[in-house]
């Protein structure tokens, strides 16, 4: 049985938590904070998180959405900063760098208490920046398809063109979409940074917010201490060219993994045979399946799309909390039952939490515009996923407004910044070897691989090597031996009672 507070780490990078509730009008000086100076340019009030101990600070940063001209309209970026507690008040903060593209950082403030960001209250400050575009720094929210509501758009075509475009028209009343890439929001963090009066920050990120981190330290490699980077990718991955192999690389690890426990492969012996024979089934077309509405609780029948199918098992091979109930769909698609398959997607949804505006601006401009054809049929060869999810992405982008993002952009990241990346072997999202890429340019820094760890950040391992880091900002000496003793959570025989929809 998976517990809700399983889900919610599984799901961390791209979930939501909380928001501020302002208190009162009462001045940041009220917190004793040791970088509040003369510098500080912020309105910062206190602010009350709940299930978060001690009173935080809250305020907004107004930016130009133009940062070229320096003129027009402006995004007000919402901050919150969690104080340090400890009588120890160090002087580096650790900044976080949520996921996505399109998850605000500050919808993450839950992990200050119980969860991975917490080893850091002590000694210093935590700060969350909702990255413009996101949270509610100017939220560029749209719907194109992520509501299961409609079964059949939500298990239709990938990126639905009338939705896109739909998206694209609501979201140009209120912003300059071309505005909303992670170049100019670093720039944004770096001015944020100096209006707070921190010299210098040690950074946290996962998922997407690594690629944002690798631009910061580019951008503004004086202001970075250390950095600690969780599921890597980098910006020459060229979201979402690499998907396909990843995804491959994870379900033949989850067939393996499946065949070596006894229960799993005792439920289901013949894993990989029976999932090539539901992908058969959709050769000649979408498939009609039977699925559970979630408004009547009754069966109807779906056309299921197989770039759909595909890409909701790619989704839940991220994490080893929903790679577990993948044998399962799959032995339960064989026998003609979808609704496993249909009541995992919709409990995993990460597309719901992100604004699809901001997704569609960076990784149309960051990674489509990079992609090649021959790129496309060398990475899918082989794969489940095949060229459709590309091929999908890169027709939505087609009619999408894109940001100057220069060729430079997919470089690799150089730098000499104290530097940790932290790679499990079974991500479905980002493999080991987008980490291993990545620092061989970087002078300072480390992978550690976990074998039997995903896209997630849930293991106290993790967090005692990432509290250890960032108090030393040294690579020597860090012990990871922790890692060898992660394991996969049991694969699921069953859907538990609390994930059913009915």
Not at 256 to 285: H, I, K, M, W, Y
Not at 290 to 305: F, P, Q, W, Y
Not at 323 to 336: D, K, Q, T
Not at 366 to 380: D, N
Request: glycine residues 6%; aromatic residues 8%; neutral net charge.
């Amino acid at each position: 049985m998976i517990s809700c507070r399983a889900i919610d780490s599984a799901v961390l990078l791209l979930t939501t938590f909380t928001f501020a509730l302002p208190l009162c009008p009462s001045s940041a000086s009220a917190l004793r904070r040791d970088t509040q100076s003369s510098r500080n340019r912020i309105d910062l009030k206190q602010c009350q998180l709940p299930n978060v101990d001690g009173s935080a600070l809250c305020g907004v940063y107004d930016v130009y959405e133009n940062r070229a001209t320096k003129s027009g309209q402006k995004i007000s970026l919402n901050i919150v900063i969690i104080p340090a507690l400890g009588p120890t008040h160090l002087p580096d903060p650790v900044f976080w760098l949520h996921g996505g593209p399109g998850a605000g950082a500050t919808e993450a403030v839950g992990i200050a208490k119980g969860g991975f960001l917490e080893v850091f209250r002590k000694d210093r400050d935590l700060v969350f920046v909702d990255q413009r575009g996101t949270g509610k720094s100017n939220p560029l929210k749209c719907d194109i398809g992520d509501d299961p509501v409609d079964l059949q758009t939500y298990f239709g075509k990938l990126f639905p063109v009338a939705a896109v475009r739909a998206c694209r028209e609501k979201l140009e009343k209120t912003a300059d979409l071309r505005m909303y890439t992670t170049p100019i929001a670093m720039d944004d963090l770096e001015e944020v940074r100096d209006a707070l009066g921190y010299e210098k920050i040690n950074i946290v990120a996962a998922s997407y917010g690594t690629i944002a981190a690798q631009v910061y330290m580019r951008q503004h490699s004086a202001s970075v201490r250390a950095a600690f980077l969780v599921g890597v990718a980098t910006p020459g991955v060229k979201q979402p060219l690499l998907f396909a192999r990843a995804a491959q690389h994870a379900l033949d690890l989850v067939i393996v993994d499946c065949a070596a426990d006894q229960t799993c492969n005792r439920a289901f012996p013949n894993l990989r045979s029976e999932f090539q024979a539901v992908l058969s089934r959709f050769d000649n077309g979408p498939i009609e399946v039977n699925m559970l509405d979630v408004t009547t609780k009754e069966l109807r029948s779906v056309r299921l799309e197989r770039e759909n199918y595909v890409e909701r098992l790619r989704l839940l091979l991220y994490t080893t909390t929903f790679a577990r109930y993948v044998p399962l769909v799959v032995h339960e698609a064989y026998g003609g039952n979808f609704v496993p398959f249909e009541t995992i997607s919709i409990r995993y949804n990460p597309g719901s939490l992100l604004a699809r505006g901001m997704y569609l601006t960076v990784t149309c401009s960051e990674g489509v515009r990079f992609i090649s054809s021959s790129e496309i049929v060398s990475e899918a060869k082989g794969t489940f996923v095949g060229e459709r999810r590309v091929r999908a992405h890169m027709a939505a982008c087609n009619d999408w407004p894109k940001g100057d993002v220069p060729t430079s952009f997919i470089e690799p990241v150089k730098s000499d910044i104290p530097i940790i990346m932290f790679s499990g072997e079974v991500d479905g999202s980002s493999p080991p070897w987008f980490g291993k890429n990545a620092v061989r340019y970087m002078h300072n820094g480390i992978q550690i691989l976990a074998r039997y760890y995903g896209h997630q950040l849930d293991s106290p391992c993790l967090w005692e090597v990432m509290r250890t880091f960032i108090n030393s900002a040294s690579v020597r000496e860090i012990d990871s031996s922790c890692t060898e003793k992660i394991r996969r959570p049991p694969f699921a025989t069953e859907i538990p009672p609390q994930l059913a929809l009915q």
